[in-house]
C-alpha cells in the first residue's frame, strides 16, 4: 500500500503523539520500554515509515525524513527523560530506607546480664551467708588425697568408680565433685564449721539431655555439736524454698556415698514434665539433685575433727540441674553451648 504523503505526515504526528503519552504514563521500567519497543522497535513504529520514504520523489523523502528524526529525537528524550524520574524515584526510596541520623548518640557497649546458673548461685550465696555460712572457694585441679582418701574413698574403693575421673600425668585430676572443698575448709578452720562450696567440676561421662562432663555443684557443711538428720532436712527445705519460691514435690531415699553415714538422695519431681517422664529425668518423674547425709565419723577423723566430740552433716547440691528444674530448660547443653540467643531468654 502506498500511502500519500499528506497520511505519512499525519501517521507519523499521530504514532509521536501517542507514544508521547504511554511513555509520560508508564508507571514502570517495564511500561516505559513496551512503549520504547513500540515507538522506535525494528519491526514496528517511526521504522515502518521509513520504508514508505523509499518509494517518495527526492524532495519529499527529504522532509518526511527530518520529520522522522525529529519524531525519533523527540522520542527518545522523552524515554531518557521518564527514565530520569525512575531513577530519581528509586534513589529516594533508598535514600528514605538508608537514612541515618548522625546526630544521634552512640549506642554504646552492650549490656550483658549474668548466666542462669551464676545467678542461682549467688542466691544460694547470698542465703547461705544470711545462715552463718562461710562461702569457699577449692581448686579445680585437685589432690587425689582431697578428691577421694580424705573422703573415706581409698584407691582401690569400688566407689572411685562411680566417677569417671580426668586424670592429669602429674597424678593430680580434675575434682569430681566439691566435696574435697570440704575437706580443705576443716582442714582449715576446724570445727564448729558451717561452709559452703559452690563450683566447677569434671567427670568423663558421656553427655546427655541431663548430663555434662563439666556442670557445676555447690556443696555445703556444717560441723557442730549434736547435728542430726533433723537439721538436714530443715536447711535443704529452706534451700529449695528460696529457689523454687512455690511447693515442689521431693522425696528422700537412702544413698550411698563413702564420706556420709546415714546417706541420702534428695530427688525433686521432674519440672520440665511435672513428673510423666521425659528425657531430662530419663521417663523416670524425678530428677537426682541433692545427695546428702550426716559426715561419715573417718571423714572427720582424717581431717582432725573428734567424732565423739563433734558431727554433722553434709549435701551436694547439682547446682546446672536445679537451673535446669527452675527455668524449665529441657537440654543441660544449652546451658554451656556458648548460644547467647538462647541465654538472653533468662
Ligand atoms: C556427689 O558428687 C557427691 N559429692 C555429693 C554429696 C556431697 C553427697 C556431700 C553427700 C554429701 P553425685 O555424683 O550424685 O554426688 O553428684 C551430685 C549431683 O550432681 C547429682 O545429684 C546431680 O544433680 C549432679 N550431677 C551429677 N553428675 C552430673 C552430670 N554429669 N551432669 C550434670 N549434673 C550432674
Redesign the pocket.
Known amino acids: 500500500m502506498m500511502l500519500s504523503t499528506s497520511m505519512l505526515d499525519r501517521s507519523i504526528q499521530e504514532l509521536e503523539s501517542r507514544s508521547l503519552a504511554r511513555i509520560a504514563s508508564a508507571k514502570t521500567r517495564e511500561d516505559l520500554e513496551a512503549a520504547r519497543v513500540e515507538a522506535l522497535g525494528r519491526k514496528g513504529g517511526l521504522n515502518q515509515f521509513s520504508k514508505e520514504m523509499g518509494k517518495l520523489p527526492p524532495e519529499e523523502r527529504k522532509r518526511i525524513g527530518a520529520l522522522l528524526n525529529a519524531a525519533k529525537q523527540n522520542l527518545e528524550a522523552a524515554i531518557e527523560a521518564r527514565e530520569r524520574t525512575f531513577a530519581e524515584a528509586a534513589l529516594n526510596v533508598r535514600l528514605d530506607a538508608e537514612w541515618l541520623d548522625l546526630t544521634l548518640p552512640a549506642p554504646g557497649p552492650r549490656r550483658g546480664h549474668l548466666h542462669p546458673i551464676t545467678r542461682i548461685q549467688r542466691e544460694l550465696e547470698e542465703l547461705f551467708s544470711s545462715l552463718g555460712f562461710a562461702v569457699l572457694d577449692g581448686p579445680e585441679v585437685e589432690t587425689e588425697y582431697h578428691n577421694f582418701d580424705a ?1 573415706n574413698i581409698p584407691p582401690d574403693h569400688p566407689a572411685r568408680d ?2 569417671d575421673t580426668f586424670w592429669l600425668e602429674s597424678g593430680n585430676l580434675l575434682r ?4 574435697p572443698v ?1 575437706v580443705r575448709g576443716m582442714e582449715r578452720f576446724g570445727p564448729p564449721l558451717r561452709m559452703i562450696a559452690p563450683g566447677r ?1 569434671f ?1 568423663n ?1 558421656s ?1 546427655d539431655a ?4 563439666t ?1 557445676y ?1 555447690l ?3 556444717m560441723i557442730d555439736r549434736d547435728v542430726s538428720v533433723a537439721h538436714l532436712i530443715y536447711f535443704m527445705k529452706t534451700l529449695l524454698a528460696a529457689i523454687f519460691k512455690r511447693d515442689v514435690t521431693v522425696r528422700l531415699r537412702p ?1 550411698y ?1 563413702p ?2 553415714e546415714p ?1 541420702f ?1 534428695l530427688d525433686i519431681q521432674c519440672l520440665i514434665c511435672g513428673g510423666s517422664g521425659c528425657p531430662v529425668c530419663k521417663q523416670s518423674g524425678w ?7 550426716l ?1 561419715h565419723p573417718n571423714v572427720l577423723r582424717m581431717s582432725n575433727i573428734d567424732p565423739e566430740q563433734w558431727n554433722g552433716f ?9 537451673a535446669m528444674m527452675r527455668y524449665g530448660i529441657d537440654d ?1 547443653r544449652q546451658l554451656q553451648g556458648g548460644d547467647l540467643r538462647f541465654l538472653e531468654q533468662f
Open positions: 573422703l562411680m566417677q569430681t565433685h566439691t566435696s570440704q567440676v567427670r561421662e553427655v541431663s548430663h555434662e562432663h556442670f555443684q556443696e555445703g557443711m544413698g556415698f564420706f556420709v546417706g538422695e530428677v537426682e539433685l541433692l545427695p546428702c547425709g559426715v553434709a549435701f551436694g547440691l547439682g547446682l546446672t540441674r536445679l543441660i
